[in-house]
């Protein structure tokens, strides 16, 4: 732009449709300003950055949708979205702090998986109470890790058949061990 446009032009021609030239001087003009304010009010470069870009972005939509009543007073709308948009950000860390405080003990220490005890006798007397061949089909697939094929071939039945053996022979030790089904 070679002619130096007022604060209430500039808000005209934005709010007036595509001026990207209009746009950028809005940048360029403003951006320093925010930036100083955050340095100001959040201590840290990249917060700074961060509430340049939110507050620019959030100024142009503004100007876009004609929402700025008064458009020679442009500066104080930057000014007091920026004010706005610290507190939003504080009130947000504050909230993230109280839930830290609440509920961080939880969060730092693991929680560990309570696995009852296996009864050792008892799964004994329940597996010697099973019949032979599902005792077997038992012991081979979890004790010796046999596939279902190999304890198919070894008692000349259908895998199929091994499937079904196995699953009544889980069922009546979870019955036998008090588990729930």
């Known amino acids: 732009m070679d002619i130096e446009l007022s604060d209430a032009e500039l808000v005209r021609q934005i709010g007036s449709g595509n001026d990207r030239e209009a746009e950028a001087e809005l940048f360029r003009r403003m951006a320093p300003r925010i930036r100083l304010y955050g340095l100001r009010h959040l201590r840290d470069e990249h917060a700074a950055e961060d509430l340049t870009q939110q507050v620019l972005i959030t100024t142009l939509e503004a100007l876009r949708a004609g929402r700025l009543r008064e458009p020679e007073k442009l500066a104080s709308f930057v ?20 839930l830290v405080k609440k509920f961080g003990a939880d969060l730092l ?17 329940c597996v010697q109470n099973l019949k032979e061949r599902e005792r077997t089909v038992i012991v081979m697939t979890f004790y010796d890790e046999q596939t279902g094929t190999d304890v198919a071939s070894f008692l000349g039945v259908s895998e199929a058949n091994i499937r079904v053996i196995r699953h009544r022979a889980i069922h009546q030790l979870r019955e036998c061990m008090g588990v729930a089904v």
Do not use: N, S
């Open 109 to 125: 220490t693991p929680v560990q998986p309570t696995i009852p005890r296996l009864d050792h006798d008892r799964l004994t007397r």
């Open 79 to 98: 000014l007091g979205t920026c004010r706005m948009t610290v507190l939003d950000l504080r009130r947000g860390a504050q909230r993230k702090e109280h």
